[in-house]
Structures are given as C-alpha cells and as structure tokens.
C-alpha cells in the first residue's frame, strides 16, 4: 500500500480521467492514449499531464506489453458512459478499489463516532484525524 500513497495527491481529476477511458475504448495502443491525453488535457504544463497520466492510468488501466487490455472495467464503463451518474459511480468504485487510502478513509467515516458531533461540515481537520488512526501517519 505504500505506493499507493505517493500519488494521492494529484486528487481525483473526473474530466481527465473520463476523455483518458472514452479514448481507451477507441484505441487499445497506451502510447496513442498517453499522447492523446496529454495533448487533450486542459492543464497547461506537459510535466503535470505527464505525472496525471502516470497516476490515472495504473490506477483505471491494465496494460500488457504497450496494449491497454479490455478489462471488465473498461468493457462496463463503455456500456454505462452515455449514463452520467452510472459512470461516475463506476470510477468512484473503480478509484477506491485501486487506492486503499480513499476506501479506507470512507469505510472509517461510516464508522467513525466523532463524526456523531452533530457538525455538518466535514473538513481535512477530520480526514487527517481517520488516516492518523488508520495507518498511524498522515500520508
């Protein structure tokens, strides 16, 4: 899980990640989909594309010698992306599955008593509160 750690803090990018799957589903060549993404993405530096590309695609993407395979995942998200909310959903899902941290995080919020304060605002005060009881750090 270590690993996972190190590219948490790019965040979840929805829109780049949905144009890097739609053209996944066109193109199964990873060299064509990276380049795709990064001339397509709207961020205006060419490193940042390049470390979003490194952290989308081991998480979203299978891929055996330069071939992006279809995986179940892929297969579904082309079935569901004319359904907007179905395939959001099934990145969320897909992204918690791939980054221990993020199910983490939400399992221990649907447990977690000091949520039970009657606040209404959930802020990164209580996000670094679950990490540091999760895994004994802040990442």
Known sequence: MGKKFATLGYGFHLAETRIM?????????QQSVRDYCI??????????????????????????RGRILHTPFLKLYGKLAANEQDSLDLIFFKLCCETPVVFESLRALATSSFLNTGEAVFVKYHLDQLLENIFGHVP
């Not at 799957?21 to 060549?29: G, K, P, S």
């Not at 490193?47 to 979003?52: C, S």
Request: glycine share 0%; net charge positive; aromatic share 14%.
């Open 39 to 64: 001339q397509n993405w709207p961020q205006k530096s060419v490193p940042n594309k390049v470390r979003m590309w490194n952290h989308l695609s081991k998480r979203y993407f299978k891929i055996d």
């Open 21 to 29: 799957l739609a053209f996944a589903l066109q193109q199964d060549d």
